[in-house]
T-cell receptor, first 114, second 114 residues
Framework: DAGVIQSPRHEVTEMGQEVTLRCKPI?????LFWYRQTMMRGLELLIY????????DSGMPEDRFSAKMPNASFSTLKIQPSEPRDSAVYFC????????????FGPGTRLTVL | DQQVKQNSPSLSVQEGRISILNCDYT??????FLWYKKYPAEGPTFLIS?????DKNEDGRFTVFLNKSAKHLSLHIVPSQPGDSAVYFC?????????????FGTGTRLAVRP
């Protein structure tokens, strides 16, 4: 299995631009999580899905952030418009055993907003 | 408001000695605790966990201790090896289920010197 796949691995954009991060979970997994890692706050859960349905988006920082999961094999996290404070590493994770210790993380997308 | 705190951003240990990483939490609803390990340019991977009904869990060189009254847990690595050099994240959840989200700390960077 290829594991959780994220693209792009690195993204550099200018303030005000739209950014779309992509995630392909492990096949068969029914939970998908989006996290953001910063030095100040560590790993923060932004949103998670179960069977493609958003369950908890309370971690989404503001309306500029949105996430979708149109099918079981694909999810996007969009930031529009982007701001320099959005610069962070964004991780996607998936699991199927409904256990927190079986979350498999992707390699992350390092976002830099200039 | 950081509910899971790792107050030491970094730790340096000699190879063969014990590494002790600490974590404090504030939310009394947390019932399940985990440690994740992260290498550069990779996503975090699950290392070890402990339920609140236990005060110790051991897996090879890794042992996690939980002190519920103090709301404190620690990860012991004995003996430490250079390959253990990574960032370690403490995490907590209200249960073992993926329906209860993980709250992570800010991480501790461990460097094991040969």
């Amino acid at each position: 299995d290829a594991g959780v796949i994220q693209s792009p691995r690195h993204e550099v954009t200018e303030m005000g631009q739209e950014v779309t991060l992509r995630c392909k979970p492990i096949s068969g997994h029914d939970y998908l999580f989006w996290y953001r890692q910063t030095m100040m706050r560590g790993l923060e859960l932004l949103i998670y899905f179960n069977n493609n349905v958003p369950i908890d988006d309370s971690g989404m920082p503001e309306d500029r952030f949105s996430a979708k999961m149109p099918n079981a094999s694909f999810s996007t996290l969009k930031i529009q418009p982007s701001e320099p404070r959005d610069s962070a590493v964004y991780f996607c994770a998936s699991t199927y055993l409904a256990r927190t210790d079986t979350q498999y993380f992707g390699p992350g997308t390092r976002l830099t907003v200039l | 408001d950081q509910q899971v705190k790792q107050n030491s951003p970094s730790l340096s240990v000699q190879e063969g000695r014990i590494s002790i990483l600490n974590c404090d939490y504030t939310n009394s609803m947390f019932d399940y605790f985990l440690w994740y390990k992260k290498y550069p340019a990779e996503g975090p991977t699950f290392l070890i966990s402990i339920s609140s009904i236990k005060d110790k869990n051991e897996d090879g060189r890794f042992t996690v201790f939980l002190n519920k009254s103090a709301k404190h847990l620690s990860l012991h690595i004995v003996p430490s090896q250079p390959g253990d050099s990574a960032v370690y994240f403490c995490a907590a959840s209200a249960s073992r289920s993926s329906g209860d989200k993980l709250t992570f700390g800010t991480g501790t960077r461990l460097a094991v010197r040969p």
